[in-house]
Nanobody, 123 residues
Framework: QAQLVESGGGLVQPGGSLRLSCAAS????????IGWFRQAPGKEREAVSC????????YYIDSVKGRFTISRDNAKNTVYLQMNSLKPEDTAVYYC????????????????WGQGTQVTVSS
């Protein structure tokens, strides 16, 4: 059974950093794109970043470009999201999910959603 488990969230001050992990089990991460998403209270879930299988092309929404970096370690079956220069508006529950390829605008194409990890950016 395919499963993704997020970890690494927490409370951080504005300008700080966190690294989220998305650990996969039950399937081979090599063959899937993995996306990171977030949902703030009262808002819809939005795509944040995605990394393809194979060449590992990466994609980001404009608001996190230059601050977030997505990467994958297939040997560890894990995808990471390094988040730097965090802002209060980054506060949300962060989720990872898999898809055949990265298309940030098509959240419905992703499956095997994890349970999420809370990121709170506050002084």
């Amino acid at each position: 059974q395919a499963q993704l488990v997020e970890s690494g969230g927490g409370l951080v001050q504005p300008g700080g950093s966190l690294r989220l992990s998305c650990a996969a089990s039950g399937f081979n991460l090599d063959y899937y794109a993995i996306g990171w998403f977030r949902q703030a209270p009262g808002k819809e879930r939005e795509a944040v970043s995605c990394i393809n299988s194979g060449a590992g092309n990466t994609y980001y929404i404009d608001s996190v470009k230059g601050r977030f970096t997505i990467s994958r370690d297939n040997a560890k079956n894990t995808v990471y999201l390094q988040m730097n220069s965090l802002k209060p508006e980054d506060t949300a529950v962060y989720y990872c999910a898999r898809a055949a390829w990265c298309r940030l605008s098509r959240i419905y194409e992703y499956d095997s959603w994890g349970q999420g990890t809370q990121v709170t950016v506050s002084s």
